[in-house]
């Protein structure tokens, strides 16, 4: 996870965020993101289940495409893309 983190930051920069949360994998999405439900807030997900979750709180949600998603099915509000640059020029 803090390869993760370390990624955002040089991508984006270090004073973007007021904070970041990356949940281990196989944690439950749904319970850590209602506390952002309508809030609009940036999702970045590589689960198609998890971003349909979080599009469905309401959360600005991008789903990072990768071989075992491509053929999910995906909520019409998440936006699916294939490189963090594509979501820094989205936001």
């Known amino acids: ?5 370390q990624n955002l930051k040089r991508v ?4 973007v965020f007021e904070r970041i949360h990356c949940l281990p ?9 209602k506390r952002y439900e309508g809030s609009g807030w940036i ?11 979080g599009a469905g709180l ?3 949600t991008f ?10 099915s995906v ?3 998440v936006k699916r ?4 640059k594509e979501i820094y020029e989205a936001i």
């Open 1 to 5: 996870m803090q390869l993760r983190e």
């Open 12 to 15: 984006f920069g270090e004073t």
């Open 25 to 33: 994998c196989g944690a439950d999405k749904a319970e850590a993101l």
């Open 43 to 53: 999702w970045v997900e590589d689960h198609a289940i998890n971003a349909n979750v």
């Open 58 to 60: 309401g959360l600005n």
């Open 63 to 72: 789903l990072m495409s990768h071989p075992y998603n491509w053929e999910s």
């Open 75 to 77: 909520d019409p509000d």
């Open 81 to 84: 893309v294939d490189t963090w």
